[in-house]
């Protein structure tokens, strides 16, 4: 009889084992755990090659759920070689007794989906060998080698390795001519390890790779029992950090500094060593391709200086992609090795490899006779692994099928069609892209969650849905395609290193805080996205997301910014700059500043008298300028071939309510008197204004119908309106989407200073409406006063007002004013314009003359 288990969990690294401790002794679940090596390890067991070791700080590679583990084990070294992680490893797993669970030398061969019974059916060596109710697979991003490309490997007669399966035995380079093919991060480590060993080495290039230093050094004793005794305090914030690390955040912008800080930056990061000169640098590097040029060239000035034969330093230096495009690497003597007179660097790339003989290696105009062969050719990453499993799901379609056309999933955990099948750390997520023990274990932690709830319900599948596979696959592949990572053809994260396999995205490169944003967000809304026993939980909301806007909501998080509610003011002000700074200038319109009152006018050669736009800005009533939204008037005025005027109205709480609303009255009104003096028609006056502005205009297209005022529409964007009463959309997007629930309550109390809300001051309050402008509302979805948008509209309708209401789908709130970081607030752009078309057409040129 076949056996019947809770869960099967296929991989022993990290995940795996961590997934069994969970769902065996925290659950309670039956579990059978298999994995193709002769111990655990996963990754680790298989990559021994020489000079193989993390990147991360020993202090942070490693579990978090166990203090008395974590108080356990002392780290011997600042980043820890692969035997020291393999023995943790096995530590871990003789400490929790979790080797009894895996049967070790044992390959699956196939996953199928038995929908009648609601279990999967494991075989193994081709036979079956059990079924579960629940499938982990944490076979790991890179356990599955790229395939050597070379003709005549089996005709070698020498020593052959391959970094991915190298011998659990030593090997001896003593004398030896070795060569080495591949200068990606494990062939950099494996040159830079057997250097002062071999008799000879020649290394054979076809891709430059930059490596910064990484400053490993032992760990003294004292230090070690402190790290082990203080790990929370050592690790604290980690999750809360783009990489599970607590580095030092960098600045915002590598281009918003002067040279002279900009170098100081790059040179104390570069000393210190390992992730920082990535990360604690400029934020901007890996999302700015001048930005990056930066960090490129100083990484270049560096491998000059190391390298002393100015031919073999070219040869060493990438100039086809920016720093960080590919996977960093790090070196300790990679680019000294160069210098020994026994070393040898071969460019493939002009003179390609033709083929392996039996005594060497034959390129296009050489051949070298050599005693090993190392290939350091990488992986076949993230689905490679999961692919070499043949699993069938439901309806009888193959993972291979599914997946024909690149991976799809949701959240990097579920699979359409292949119900109860979990993978952990892999495709699709921001595993790769972070301190994977951290990532892995939220993985299991959020799978182990989901199972309880399923039994407490008595529930026996989940799955989810094609188009929630294809929600998170639009969201990475658009953040993907906003990275410099989608440059480079030929790496791994987007499949270029294999041919045949689909150029896509493979990552999710939106930071890890972010990303258990999204998780949390799923848990919170009864695992949103999912059908648990064919009941569908809709999408949560940050999953539909626009992926610009998706990367602002990251970036607030990677930086640390606290929410609006709260900042005090001048916070909130220097947040309001500084996005306004990041924003492309905009074209070039000639501009005239008027004291009394406080506008800026933007006038460029029109036909005719010119439309007017009279714009005020957002910023709760308490931030903005005309300085924050200049570009935005700049494209305005173009796009619309219109006279701007924004208006600088007062600010509370230096000016409570109703200084803005009478500053933005009086600009009106000086508009309608003086704006022919410019250019500009007053029969064509249209007000317009986002979030705090868009209530202002609003109140003062009332005030121009009470006054006699023409006006020729009203635009609102995102307009705070101040409904009687909470509306849905405070509700469903209280909090997470830039602006929460919390801040638009404390906008409005110190606007208010005490006074209540009243048709003076919330455009929802007013009764009559009958009369007022044309409108046209826009709102974005992912924003807590959306509805006071839809609500205005439908009453500007019932009062015989023409109106037009549309909802932008996926953006937050103030997403118009930073289209820069939000490309596709061009929408909204193009609807303003489409709107206005009939108003803004215009007859003969006028050319007008502002004095300065």
Not at 21 to 35: A, I, K, N, P, Y
Not at 299 to 321: G, M
Not at 600 to 628: E, M, N, Q, W
Request: hydrophobic residues 40%.
């Amino acid at each position: 009889m076949t056996a019947h288990h809770d869960v099967v969990v296929i991989g022993s690294g990290f995940s795996g084992l961590y997934a069994v401790h969970e769902f065996r002794d925290q659950l309670g679940l039956s579990v059978q755990g298999f994995d193709m090596a002769a111990g655990v390890g996963g990754t680790w067991w298989w990559n021994q090659y020489p000079g193989a070791r993390c990147d991360i700080e020993s202090v942070h590679y490693s579990y978090s759920f166990s203090d008395e583990i974590q108080r356990e084990w002392l780290w011997s070294e600042k980043y820890p070689a692969q035997p020291e992680i393999l023995a943790y490893l096995q530590f871990v797993a003789a400490k929790l007794d979790l080797e009894r669970t895996f049967e070790f030398g044992t390959r699956v061969t196939s996953l199928s989906w038995d929908e009648s019974s609601t279990r999967w059916t494991v075989a193994v060596g081709g036979e079956v060998r059990c079924t579960a109710d629940f499938v982990i697979s944490a076979v790991g991003v890179l356990s599955k080698a790229k395939q050597p490309e070379f003709p005549g490997l089996d005709t070698f007669g020498g020593e052959l390795y391959s970094t991915s399966s190298w011998p659990h035995h030593p090997v001896d380079f003593t004398d030896k001519r070795v060569a080495v093919i591949g200068t990606g991060s494990t062939g950099i480590q494996v040159i830079q390890e057997i250097a002062d060993k071999v008799g000879h080495l020649t290394v054979f290039q076809r891709t430059p790779n930059y490596a910064v230093p990484l400053r490993n050094e032992p760990v003294p004793v004292e230090r070690q029992r402190w790290n082990a005794d203080n790990w929370r305090d050592v690790r604290a914030d980690s999750r809360d950090r783009v990489g599970d690390m607590p580095l030092e955040r960098g600045l915002p912008s590598a281009l918003a500094v002067d040279p002279e800080q900009r170098r100081e930056v790059y040179e104390r990061q570069w000393n210190k060593g390992g992730f920082s000169f990535l990360i604690s640098t400029f934020g901007d590097l890996m999302w700015n391709r001048a930005a990056n040029d930066t960090a490129a060239d100083f990484v270049r000035e560096k491998i000059a200086q190391r390298v002393e034969d100015p031919a073999v330093a070219a040869l060493l230096t990438p100039h086809d992609h920016g720093y960080g495009v590919k996977r960093p690497a790090f070196e300790t003597s990679y680019y000294d090795s160069f210098n020994l007179d026994h070393v040898e660097l071969v460019d493939v790339r002009s003179t390609p490899i033709e083929a392996i003989t039996p005594t060497g290696i034959r390129t296009s105009n050489s051949s070298w006779d050599v005693d090993i062969i190392i290939l350091a050719t990488g992986f076949d990453a993230f689905t490679g692994p999961v692919l070499a499993i043949p699993t069938t799901g439901r309806d009888g379609v193959s993972l291979q099928e599914h997946w024909a056309d690149g991976p799809r999933n949701y959240l990097g955990l579920h699979i359409a069609g292949f119900p109860n099948l979990f993978s952990v750390g892999n495709v699709l997520s921001v595993a790769s892209q972070t301190n994977t023990p951290l990532i892995l274990e939220d993985h299991v932690d959020y799978i182990a969650g989901l199972v309880a709830t399923l039994r407490q319900r008595g529930a026996s599948t989940v799955d989810t849905t094609l188009a929630a596979e294809e929600a998170w696959t639009t969201l990475v592949n658009g953040v993907y395609a906003r990275n410099l990572m989608s440059e480079s053809k030929t790496s791994w994260y987007s499949g270029g290193n294999v041919e045949g396999k689909p150029n896509t995205a493979y990552v999710l490169v939106v930071g890890s805080p972010f990303y258990r944003k999204v998780l949390n967000e799923v848990v919170d809304r009864d695992f949103a996205g999912l059908s648990v026993d064919e009941k569908l939980s809709p999408l949560p909301p940050l999953v539909t997301a626009d992926a610009g806007a998706a990367l602002v909501l990251a970036g607030l998080l990677a930086f640390g910014s606290p929410k609006m509610e709260d900042m005090t003011v001048a916070q909130i002000r220097e947040m309001s700059h500084g996005a306004a700074a990041a924003e492309d200038p905009g074209p070039d319109v000639p501009t005239h500043d008027v004291d009394d009152p406080r506008v800026r006018v933007y006038v460029s050669k029109v036909d005719g008298p010119a439309p007017v736009i009279l714009f005020c800005h957002g910023g709760g009533f308490v931030s903005g300028s005309i300085a924050t939204v200049d570009p935005t008037c700049r494209r305005l005025a173009v796009e619309n071939n219109a006279i701007v005027v924004s208006v600088e109205y007062r600010l509370a709480p230096e000016h409570p309510f109703p200084a803005a609303k009478d500053d933005t009255i009086a600009a009106l009104r000086w508009t309608y008197d003086t704006i022919a003096d410019f250019g500009g028609d007053p029969t064509r006056i249209v007000v317009m204004g986002e979030s705090a502005g868009g209530n202002l205009v609003a109140l003062a297209a009332v005030y121009a119908r009470d006054a006699g005022i023409p006006l020729a529409a009203q635009v609102l964007l995102c307009p705070a309106l101040g409904p009687a009463a909470p509306v849905p959309s405070h509700i469903e997007y209280a909090d997470g989407f830039f602006l929460t629930t919390a801040a638009t309550k404390k906008f409005w109390q110190i606007y208010l200073a005490g006074a209540e809300l009243s048709e003076a001051s919330a455009p929802l309050r007013i009764e009559d409406l009958t009369g007022v402008a044309p409108a046209l509302l826009i709102t974005s979805e992912l924003d807590p006063i959306r509805d006071e948008g839809e609500l205005y509209a439908e009453a500007l309708a019932s009062a015989g007002v023409p109106v037009e209401y549309r909802c932008m789908d996926g953006l937050i709130h103030a997403s118009f004013t930073v289209a820069t970081a939000i490309p596709a607030a061009v929408a909204i752009y193009d609807a303003i314009s489409t709107y206005l078309a009939p108003i803004t057409q215009s007859a003969d040129r006028v050319d007008v003359t502002i004095d300065a």
